[in-house]
């Protein structure tokens, strides 16, 4: 399977998210770009996940039917004709870091997913529906990975 490379401006791979992007901040969605895309892709699909969260995996932003064209998007919007669904907090759209204060540090998993077909999900989906989802059209994948502490 081939991989999609993305990345963003407002933090690097593995390294720590500014306070900005965080549910106690600004709560502004990070800008984020990507490339690699399969030319046969019909959308794309946008997963950002705290998998370290105690109640298990949380969703922080779920955005599906965004244009395979596209390059990215800037910070603070909606991807490229993308719908954004509802988040972990009940709220549709962005939802930014938030971990119980004095954890270690959270993972943050942006996955992006290159599908062949489009994705059929609940408006509030977990992200373990999101995964089965794409897992059966997905023509190629990559993932970007913030950290947060509070």
Sequence with gaps: MNG??????????????????????????????????????????????DPDAPSGTFVHWIVVGIDPHSGGVPAGQSPPRGTELVNGYGERGWGGPHPPPGDEAHHYCFRLYALAEPCVLPDAPRAEQVHEAVGKAQLASGTLVGLYQR
């Design 4 to 49: 999609i490379d993305i990345g963003s401006d407002s933090f690097d791979d593995h390294a720590f998210i500014a306070r900005r992007y965080a549910y106690e901040g600004a709560n502004v969605s990070p800008s984020l770009t990507w490339s690699g895309v399969p030319e046969d892709a019909t959308e794309l699909v946008l997963l950002c996940e």
